[in-house]
């Protein structure tokens, strides 16, 4: 596992806007015109969108199948989700690719900039999860923060390509500056978040979690 530095008034800020993320209405609730649901399928889970961000522009994220979180390491949250440790039952064998949460931290920005924009809210997203290990017992449960998503299909592990379904590992990106976050919403790309990590203001570094989404990545209509 991959080590990062990260910052503590970036992880303070977290802390102070995940305290205060009271909506935790059932994924069956109106979402937002971000977040489409169609149907149902696998098990019962939603069916539906959410856009991200690859390599300089918007796609479309079609979900098929629920989140996928298993013990251990062990969860506070009933969704047995948590961040800041790895986890070590993955939802199938080899390597999986990493879709990074954009999570402002300590301020609100445009709702139109983020993809899930209500708290504990999104499509085929845990509700909950443990933030535990990084803000202490406190945040063994709590709604899962508003944030936007980064992918990038150039990694070789990535299977972003051809529509083709499947697990994506969730990698949480604390951002505690506006200024940094409009510089993401412009840039759409991980090389831009790894610039903004390497001038080290603004911006934690990638920190893991036991989460994966199911989904496939679509050219944004």
Known sequence: MQTHTISLSALFAMAAIVAGCTDQRSPSEPLSSKTSVT?????????GFTDGWENGTTVSFFYTKN???AEPPESGAPTQCEVGEDGTVDPRPGKIPVL????????????????????????DHPSTIDLSRVFGPGFA???LPPHSHIIDSELPESQANGGQAGWWEIEVIGVSSPAVWDQIVAGKSLATVRALQAAGVGITGDIRSNAYLFFSVRPKK
Do not use: K, R
């Not at 149907?39 to 069916?47: F, I, K, L, M, N």
């Not at 990074?100 to 499509?123: E, H, K, R, W």
């Open 67 to 69: 989140f996928f979180c």
């Open 141 to 143: 449960d709590v709604p």
């Open 100 to 123: 990074y949460v954009m999570t402002p931290t300590g301020f609100t920005p445009d709702v139109s900039t983020l993809q899930c924009p209500i708290a504990g809210n999104c499509i």
């Open 39 to 47: 149907a149902s399928a696998h098990g019962g889970a939603s069916v």
